[in-house]
């Protein structure tokens, strides 16, 4: 009998639902940086273990919107809790909690979910009795499925997750192949692991005004014969002034990122990769619907 869950996994920006995410499905899915609103766009992470599948929805942040993009993340957290068998609410231990949490918690409320509470990074208190006093407060708020204290990072309590989730999993086929870590387009996830490499590598405060398009990816030949990937990638930003800074003195700052990305898609590949790499200003893109949806960051893509 085969059997499936689908989950999704909430909480404010930078709480470490990616990292949770990727924790669970075993492999890369989802971006990870420690600036907030990393994750754009739902992103389904899946894991097939003997029978049952579990499909893990990795939300964008809750937060209040400001351009057309943050209204369509916002709209894709609403989206990711429609027909969902059990939600994740991932707070932070060292951390009050925001005006964010208590609205995903009414939410909750007025739909009757099934919510199991991941309380991450406890391996900062290190008082145990404020951790309890922390476990005590939040129960309060709403009637947990389960409350779990864990450590993404160290892998403290991580174990207990998926036993948690399982307990919500229906009889039902697989709605994805069973070795399929992801159902992110192949050329949505490339351009995903570049902008992660922007992310990480941007001081400034740029890096949320800017895309990334797959504009071309063909798995060819070298003149000795030998297998590689040429990519084509563009760079999208929203002034002339950000699009110098991506670049850097003497393209420094480009190549710091073509460099770091292609270690990644190098392993991704398994062959050698050969990307190019642009950069284009598309003025407050963020707040052009057509173009957002054109680059499938919107809510119902």
């Known amino acids: 009998m085969t059997k499936s869950a689908f989950i999704a996994i909430t909480g404010r920006p930078n709480a470490g639902k990616s990292s949770l995410t990727n924790l669970l499905v075993g492999e890369k899915v989802a971006i990870v940086s420690e600036k907030p609103q990393t994750t754009r766009t739902k992103i389904n992470g899946i894991l097939t273990k003997d029978e049952t599948q579990y499909v893990f929805i990795d939300t964008p942040g809750m937060h209040k919107a400001r351009t057309k993009l943050s209204e369509e993340m916002v709209k894709s ?87 948690a989730v399982d307990k919500f999993a229906k009889e039902s086929p697989h709605y994805f192949p069973d070795d399929l870590p992801t159902d992110q387009p192949e050329k949505v996830w490339l351009a995903e692991i570049v902008r992660e490499k922007i992310l990480r590598t941007m001081r400034e405060e740029i890096p949320h005004g800017v895309a990334v398009q797959i504009e071309s990816l063909e798995e060819t030949k070298t003149n000795k014969g030998e297998d590689i990937v040429d990519l084509g990638v563009v760079i999208i930003c929203e002034k002339s002034s950000h699009k110098g800074m991506l670049i850097g003195k003497q393209g420094a700052t480009l190549k710091k990122i073509g460099s770091i990305a292609r270690a990644d898609l190098e392993e991704y590949f398994e062959t050698k990769v050969n990307m190019k790499i642009w950069v284009k200003v598309k003025e407050d893109w963020r707040n052009k619907e057509a173009f957002i949806l054109e680059m499938g960051l919107g809510a119902d893509d």
Do not use: C, H, Q, W
């Open 77 to 163: 957290i609403k989206n990711s809790m429609e027909d969902v068998d059990v939600a994740i609410l991932m707070v932070d231990a060292a951390k009050k909690l925001s005006k964010i949490e208590e609205n995903l918690i009414e939410s909750f409320k007025s739909r009757g979910l099934n919510v199991i509470l991941l309380i991450n990074k406890v391996d900062l208190i290190k008082d145990k009795s404020e951790l309890l006093t922390v476990i005590d407060s939040l129960s309060k708020l709403y009637d947990f499925a389960e409350v779990i204290p864990i450590s993404v990072k160290n892998r403290i309590n991580t174990e207990l997750i998926l036993p």
